[in-house]
T-cell receptor, first 118, second 111 residues
């Protein structure tokens, strides 16, 4: 079974440019998360989807960040325009709300996209 | 704000020694999980302990949870160089959602 796939792995852009990240979750996982991880820190949740609905976007900087999950499968995260402080690793994770209760809380992460804003 | 706080921030040990990492949190939780992250990679789930459990084992891993102290510990026994990674605790609220990760402990196991 394929894991969570993210692309691109690396992205270098100049400030004020737009950038987009793509995530393909594990097949059948209805919950999808986007995190931002700064160097030496833990991941910080940006947005969580249940199917195609964003159920928690309280930490998403809505002036420049947007996300979508059309058809409740793949998701994209966009930044426009990017700022220097957006340099970080953007992680996507997915989980399933079906199955054993214990397994519902386990998240599976992609390798992330490392963004450098110059 | 991050709820989980790992301690120590960094730990360096020799291969074969045991490594202990601690995690403290602030509010009531449904469960607490430990994840590992190798450099340049995503996080990998290690173990989950529910709020009504006190201890869990998985291979060389042992996790304890003390809800009265709002703390957890992760013990890795007989460490190997391959255990070198960052370790994060993550808490889930009473609704089973709202993952909050701590800043992590960076473990170095020297051969």
């Amino acid at each position: 079974e394929a894991g969570v796939v993210q692309s691109p792995r690396y992205k270098i852009i100049e400030k004020k440019q737009p950038v987009a990240f793509w995530c393909n979750p594990i097949s059948g996982h209805n919950t999808l998360y986007w995190y931002r991880q700064n160097l030496g820190q833990g991941p910080e949740l940006l947005i969580r989807y249940e199917n195609e609905e964003a159920v928690d976007d309280s930490q998403l900087p809505k002036d420049r960040f947007s996300a979508e999950r059309l058809k409740g499968v793949d998701s994209t995260l966009k930044i426009q325009p990017a700022e220097l402080g957006d340099s970080a690793v953007y992680l996507c994770a997915s989980s399933s709300t079906s199955g054993q209760v214990r397994a519902k809380n386990i998240q599976y992460f992609g390798a992330g996209t490392r963004l450098s804003v110059l | 704000s991050q709820q989980g706080e790992e301690d120590p921030q960094a730990l360096s040990i020799q291969e074969g020694e045991n490594a202990t990492m601690n995690c403290s949190y602030k509010t009531s939780i449904n469960n607490l999980q430990w994840y590992r992250q190798n450099s340049g990679r995503g996080l990998v789930h290690l173990i989950l302990i529910r709020s009504n459990e006190r201890e869990k084992h998985s291979g060389r891993l042992r996790v304890t949870l003390d809800t009265s102290k709002k703390s957890s510990s992760l013990l890795i026994t007989a460490s190997r160089a391959a255990d070198t990674a960052s370790y994060f605790c993550a808490t889930t609220d009473n609704y089973g959602q709202n993952f909050v990760f701590g800043p992590g402990t960076r473990l170095s196991v020297l051969p």
